[in-house]
């Protein structure tokens, strides 16, 4: 029997998208942005998700993303591109794509606009998903975000998935912000990767046996972020560096997370063009860029340098 594949582990960030004047992702941009991750404390790139504002670009768009960042040198193994969408058909090209560039695996939202699917629904979503990939490369995350979802991904789903495909389905973003559910995912399938989307719980479900994290904040905080994993894992007390990454995550949590993060990125790179977000997305209004730039200043954190 083949072994289970090592799954991504560590520090991945939920990769923001660059955009032009005409809200257009802007390849150039985005490919410095994410050697700058790798660079800096990142293990791997989860790009097309929620923070990288996915749900707002066409098929056409994810398509070309994918391409350009490995076009620009951006290593395939280290890309974790979202591949789910509530047209099966679309998922399906996506997946199909993201395998056959070498990604190091996919990150599948379940179908959200029908709300309140069976787990029958949703397993033969899935299902008919890697069957129609057909690759045996193919790597599933799932992903568990209930509250922008709607649609929890349940322990009994997981179960099933695991039982028929246990080499493609490999772990699972956690971003509900319940300590116990990725804890109780951890404990009850072994070897299952349970990844946290709120970098305040990366230390807590690391020592539960969780293998590390896919946080909006690794944007600006992946140094700090990547410390608490490495330290955690050498066995050193990283309790000082962790409370910083928490106050990070609290800090940006008081506003529009993606519209934040690219504020703090536009200052830090003297580029405007970093304020660019889609609509319905809008950028802060000038009272809440100060207070998150106060916020910010007042941890002490230093974000690292760009070229």
């Known amino acids: ?110 179908p959200f606009y029908y709300k309140d699917p069976s787990d029958d629904g949703l397993f033969a979503y899935y299902s008919e998903i890697i069957q129609q990939v057909g690759d045996e490369r193919l790597r599933v995350y799932l992903y568990h975000f209930p509250q922008m979802s709607a649609i929890p991904i349940s322990f009994g789903l997981i179960e099933r998935l695991l039982k028929d495909y246990p080499l493609t389905v490999v772990g699972m973003k956690d971003s509900s912000g319940d300590l116990d ?50 330290g955690f894992k050498d066995g050193e007390d990283v309790h000082a560096v962790n409370q910083v990454l928490v106050a990070l995550r609290k800090t940006v949590n008081r506003f529009p997370l993606s519209a934040a993060l690219k504020q703090l990125m536009a200052r830090h790179t003297s580029n405007d063009a970093w304020l660019n977000i889609r609509p319905p997305l809008v950028k802060l209004i000038k009272t809440q860029t100060q207070d998150l730039y106060n916020g910010f200043d007042a941890l002490g954190h230093q974000i690292a340098p760009t070229a």
């Open 181 to 230: 559910n990725m804890v109780g995912a951890a404990k009850t399938f072994p070897g299952f990767a349970v990844l946290s989307g709120h970098d305040n719980l990366l230390l807590p479900l690391l020592q539960a046996g969780g293998t590390g994290c896919i946080t909006a904040c690794a944007n600006v905080g992946s140094e700090l972020a990547a410390a608490v994993h490495k």
């Open 1 to 110: 029997m083949t072994e289970r594949p090592e799954p991504f582990s560590g520090v991945l960030a939920a990769a923001l998208t660059p955009l032009d004047a005409n809200f257009i992702p802007d390849d150039t941009m985005m490919a410095v942005h994410c050697r700058w991750l790798l660079d800096h404390g990142c293990d791997g790139l989860a790009i097309l998700g929620t923070t990288g504002e996915a749900n707002s670009f066409c098929l056409k768009e994810r398509i070309r993303i994918i391409e350009s960042l490995i076009e620009n040198g951006i290593p395939a193994h280290t890309l974790m591109p979202g591949t789910g969408s509530c047209a099966l058909t679309d998922a399906v090209i996506l997946t199909e794509l993201a395998v056959k560039a070498g990604a190091g695996g996919v990150l599948m939202l379940p």
